[in-house]
């Protein structure tokens, strides 16, 4: 088992910023990925962004120059730093996380998830 926790979610002024992390424990951890997707209320949950094991990223195109994923090997941590927050932002972010090197923007292709953290973001 896996477990997932994720913190950083909060109100933010449109063109505001935000930076969520997620800490993975459980077992020993080594050739996985990790990504955050986004549900908005009435909305099927979407790719926002993915890292692979070797540290190449992937992201939706709504979100290109705006986020940022990093990873903490060490820690077992990934961060999403968000900038230029816009309204259509606003949902509740999951941590996923998967035994494979690769990154998939299939939300069955993640084998765990977090609770979720909100992000509002207001105009």
């Known amino acids: 088992q896996v477990q997932l926790v994720e913190s950083g979610g909060g109100l933010v002024q449109a063109g505001g910023s935000l930076r969520l992390s997620c800490t993975a424990s459980g077992r020993t951890f080594r050739n996985y990925a990790m990504g955050w997707f986004r549900q908005a209320p009435g909305k099927e949950r979407e790719f926002v962004v993915g890292i692979s094991w070797s540290g190449a990223t992937f992201y939706a195109d709504s979100v290109k120059g705006r986020f940022t994923i990093s990873r903490d090997n060490a820690k077992i941590t990934v961060y999403l730093q968000m900038n230029s927050l816009r309204p259509e932002d606003t949902a509740v972010y999951y941590c996923?996380?998967?035994?494979?090197?690769?990154?998939?923007?299939?939300?069955?292709?993640?084998?765990?998830w977090g609770q979720g953290t909100q992000v509002t973001v207001s105009s």
């Open positions: 996923a996380f998967r035994y494979s090197a690769s990154v998939v923007n299939n939300p069955s292709g993640y084998d765990y």
